[in-house]
């Protein structure tokens, strides 16, 4: 079967900590850009952090540089996203996608495009 799966969301309180975690099976990762998307309640799906499948350069929005990491583990057959100094406005459903137009990571983490999605994780960040 097809697909990825997240885990490792929570809640956590504002200055903590969490490690998302996207493992795929029936096919291999590190052929596929991957990316990390986030929704809130009521706003748009935005990408958070993307990974390039050929050199591992990596893409992160603004509201997110300098707090987030993105890296795999191909190995594993899965990509990380380390969040640290978790704000309040983190919080969403986190979702991770395969892209599968072999576009730029740029391009999958800003604008739409075919790829393959997860059933996402919550985060939840309160005190």
């Known amino acids: 079967q097809v697909q990825l799966v997240e885990s490792g969301g929570g809640l956590v309180q504002p200055g903590g900590s969490l490690r998302l975690s996207c493992t795929a099976s029936g096919f291999t990762l590190d052929y596929h850009h991957i990316g990390w998307f986030r929704q809130a309640p009521g706003k748009e799906r935005e990408g958070v952090s993307c990974?390039?499948?050929?050199?591992?350069?990596?893409y992160y929005a603004d509201s997110v540089k300098g707090r987030f990491t993105i890296s795999r583990d191909n190995a594993k057959n899965t990509v990380y996203l380390q969040m640290n100094s978790l704000k309040p406005e983190d919080t969403a459903v986190y979702y991770c996608?395969?892209?599968?137009?072999?576009?730029?990571?740029?391009?999958?983490?800003?604008?739409?495009?075919?790829?393959?999605w997860g059933q996402g994780t919550q985060v939840t960040v309160s005190s």
């Open positions: 990974i390039s499948a050929s050199d591992d350069s990596t």
């Open positions: 996608a395969a892209d599968l137009s072999g576009n730029t990571i740029l391009n999958m983490c800003t604008l739409p495009g075919p790829r393959r």
